[in-house]
């Protein structure tokens, strides 16, 4: 299968450079596999499409301030670092992005200020990514949310960050429910979620259940050999609960759909069915790479933002849809200007 067939035209006008006035205010486009229709809708219509028949299974991990500015300590060159993620939990080395990476060589200090500094160790393998060693004293994360900034996606231009605008991602990149600190990127589809909405789903009678996976750049990114099966997916880390293991499992046994929000949740939880045969408290890490004809073995629907053309995440939901539904609804999503990616729309696939 060639990554060929997973590419679309799309405008650059209708990728999001700002989320919806209010969050519930997206729109939604409703794909029905059994039917094969296409609707027009918002978010705030979600409740509509569920019952005491679903279960809604949500990733609450927390978007980390990663993005951080320095300087080169013997030249003053500014220097921008990117956390990715710790090589093992509560470590002091990370593996990041740094641009421009060509100006910096093994045992270069950057400083990014009194509290932290940052020194390569080695350059690894994908373009611009190093091997870092992180240098404070305290809490890394309390450090983080004094001196990082919110890490955007590259296609969201910020081109002058004032403080108000950096308070405004901070908060609209970050889903109502998010808990576990860990992420360098948000759960999209979770971003369109008000505490309100969650409570008429409550009121309702549909089943709500917590994962937590820390979202890694690599998700994102798109795939750049031409056979798919060539691609290496980025490892990134998750855990169930013993709570939520209870929920899906009781929901599975009753016959109920497991509603994922998100392709985070999809990976999370088909990964631990892989490895473990069942739904079971566990912390591991996932590299499963899901492309037609994956057979689902856990989630019956999701709810998910449109995609980059070309990426691992246009290719999961088109595993779970179809792949020409999928780039059917993407062509009538241009064609009715849905607005794409992190701060876009929204699609609801039955």
């Not at 229709?37 to 949500?58: A, G, Q, R």
């Not at 849809?321 to 999503?333: P, Q, S």
Request: charged share 25%; glycine share 6%; proline share 4%.
């Amino acid at each position: 299968m060639n990554i060929s067939d997973f590419d679309y035209e799309l405008p650059e006008n209708l990728i999001a450079q700002m989320p919806s006035d209010k969050r519930e205010n997206s729109r939604m486009m409703v794909l029905n596999r059994n039917h094969h229709t296409v609707e027009h809708k918002h978010f705030y219509d979600i409740v509509d499409y569920f019952s005491e028949n679903d279960l809604l299974v949500l990733n609450n991990t927390k978007v980390i301030p990663a993005r951080l500015f320095g300087t080169k300590e013997e030249t003053g060159a500014k220097i921008e670092v990117f956390l990715l993620n710790a090589t093992k939990e509560g470590s002091n080395e990370w593996e990041v992005l740094i641009k421009p990476s060509k100006r910096i060589k093994p045992n270069t200090i950057i400083n990014i200020n009194h509290e932290l500094k940052v020194i390569p160790v080695k350059k690894l393998e994908d373009a611009g990514e190093w091997l870092v060693k992180l240098v404070y004293e305290g809490d890394l994360f309390e450090i983080l949310h004094r001196v990082g900034n919110i890490p955007l996606p590259p296609y969201i231009e910020r081109k002058i960050q004032t403080e108000e605008q950096r308070k405004f991602d901070t908060e609209r990149y970050q889903t109502v429910y998010a808990k576990d600190e860990g992420s360098v990127a948000a759960p999209t589809a979770g971003l369109h979620f008000t505490a309100e909405i969650l409570q008429k789903l409550k009121d309702k009678g549909v089943g709500i259940a917590y994962i937590t996976l820390n979202v890694g750049l690599g998700t994102f990114r798109p795939v750049k050999c031409e056979n798919i099966l060539d691609h290496k997916m980025h490892s990134e880390i998750f855990e169930i609960s013993q709570e939520a293991s209870d929920k899906i499992n009781k929901a599975i046994k009753d016959g109920k759909n497991i509603v994922a929000i998100g392709t985070t949740t999809v990976r999370t939880l088909e990964t631990a069915y892989a490895k473990l045969g069942e739904i079971k408290p566990c912390k591991d890490h996932s590299e499963l790479f899901i492309y037609p004809p994956y057979e689902f073995k856990v989630v019956n629907k999701l709810l998910t933002n449109f995609h980059l053309p070309k990426s691992t995440l246009l290719m999961l939901v088109s595993a779970l849809a179809g792949k020409d539904f999928i780039l059917e609804g993407y062509k009538k999503a241009v064609e009715n200007k849905y607005r794409f990616f992190s701060y876009g729309d929204c699609m609801l696939i039955l």
